[in-house]
């Protein structure tokens, strides 16, 4: 089964994407759960000796048929029931007595989100992979253009100067620390459910916590500590932080995207996007890697909001937002995993075109080093004459589509307030690598920070 399961989402999934959540990893999730039971409660003595076996047995051989289940679940209103139920009748069919065990003290809740905790495990460990490639990705170009100098932008316009390569070690960064809580999280949200009926693991009397910590370790999940079938709050602190670092990945694809732009030329997507070309327009070249991560990207944050407004569940057990939520989890991971996929593979395969960065700059006609230009006027003019001097000098520039430069050297000749300041000390504020320099040094750091592992630590390290 592919990770979506309609023609236009499987066209933008990656190639030959394969669920964590697939029926049949739902289905066998669901059947280990109650093969852990029943062997958590026969070495607890809950159940007689020799119950567990058989229904471990059963259960690693019965074949369902996920639309058999679906369709008895329409009336029984979860998949658990039709699932215990046919467990039940094949146990039966072996050993009465052990059938009456099948499921003991356990509720249809306990059954699902325990299979879903298992499939979330397998969707994350997906999804680490899938960032850590981003990540490698991203430093490797932080890196290799740590100095190569580039616009930044600010409301979109250009505003000074950085480097190609901050820009990449700050993506690099931001996603090392997703990662780290997205991995935080997940140690505690995946966790086991067993509550029982109403949470208070009524049926086992005082071995309730010692059966519920037997089972998280025998399927390699959290305990809990307690129930948390209604009580959501740290499973879906998962979600919250999964759909904060897709939201990191579609604001560096969107640079990306905006950076390949052909006005901008920053990037070259050509050796991702051979065939990324437009059904009427010869000439347009599509960039659809980066296309890709933002199209998965863009439910996320519809999904986490209707998973957060599925918190009111009433009482003990909820009717209605629990299950509703049990549709969109598995689709929240699906389009993680696709959407840093997608990432990984687009910042791979990025070119950086670092004579065309050289070139933009230099059409804002040095205008962007007027901070720098005002500051060495400030000493002859005062801090708020050179500033406006600076802002008339720069309306010049553009204008007349002159250099800031010649036409700061021509306000020294007719200011003798300014001759004093040597021409090369005018000359020197214009240059590109100097103002890059701070970036440079911070991209160091910032590597630095990623590679030690000393970052921010998330709020729940």
Wanted: hydrophobic share 50%; net charge negative.
């Amino acid at each position: 089964m592919t990770a979506t399961d309609n023609l236009f989402a499987r066209a933008m999934a990656p190639p030959d994407a394969e669920t964590a959540f697939s029926d049949h990893a739902v289905i066998a999730a669901m059947l280990r759960f109650e093969c852990a039971l029943a062997r958590g409660q026969e070495r607890l003595g809950l159940i007689p000796a020799g119950i567990a076996g058989i229904i471990e047995r059963h259960a690693q051989t019965l074949a369902l048929d996920p639309a058999t289940l679906v369709r008895e679940t329409q009336t029984a209103g979860t998949l658990a029931i039709p699932l215990v139920h046919r467990l039940s009748a094949a146990v039966q069919s072996d050993s009465p007595d052990a059938a009456r065990h099948v499921h003991f003290g356990a509720t249809s809740q306990d059954v699902i989100d325990t299979a879903l905790s298992s499939c979330t495990r397998v969707a994350v460990a997906k999804l680490d992979t899938a960032v850590g490639n981003a990540i490698v990705a991203a430093t490797t170009l932080a890196r290799r253009h740590a100095a190569d100098p580039i616009l930044a932008r600010t409301l979109l316009q250009a505003a000074g100067i950085t480097t190609f390569g901050w820009k990449f070690a700050h993506a690099a960064l931001a996603l090392a620390r997703c990662r780290d809580r997205v991995r935080a999280t997940a140690r505690v949200s995946i966790a086991v459910s067993l509550g029982g009926p109403t949470g208070s693991l009524s049926a086992f009397g005082r071995q309730g916590p010692a059966l519920r910590a037997a089972v998280a370790h025998d399927l390699g999940l959290a305990d809990p500590g307690a129930s948390w079938h209604s009580h959501r709050d740290q499973w879906l602190a998962l979600a919250t932080d999964t759909a904060l670092l897709v939201g990191i990945a579609a604001k560096i694809a969107g640079d990306i995207a905006l950076m390949a732009q052909n006005d901008v030329g920053s990037v070259t997507l050509a050796a991702i996007d051979a065939g990324g070309g437009s059904s009427a327009m010869p000439h347009k070249h599509n960039p659809v890697s980066a296309m890709r991560v933002l199209t998965a990207a863009q439910p996320v944050p519809g999904i986490v909001a209707s998973l957060l407004g599925g918190m009111r569940q009433a009482h003990e057990r909820a009717l209605g937002e629990w299950q509703s939520g049990l549709a969109l989890w598995p689709l929240l991971f699906d389009r993680a995993i696709d959407a840093t996929t997608a990432l990984a593979t687009l910042l791979g395969e990025l070119h950086a075109d670092t004579a065309r960065d050289r070139a933009n700059i230099d059409a804002q006609l040095g205008v962007l080093f007027s901070p720098a230009l005002a500051a060495r006027f400030s000493p002859a003019l005062g801090r708020h004459e050179a500033h406006a001097l600076v802002a008339t000098m720069c309306a010049t520039a553009t204008r007349e589509h002159r250099q800031l430069l010649d036409v700061a050297l021509a306000a020294r000749r007719d200011d003798q307030r300014l001759a004093a300041i040597p021409v090369d000390g005018i000359e020197a504020v214009f240059d590109i690598d100097a103002a890059a320099i701070t970036s440079v040094l911070e991209v160091d750091e910032m590597l630095a920070l990623i590679s030690n592992g000393v970052r921010p630590a998330p709020d729940n390290a």
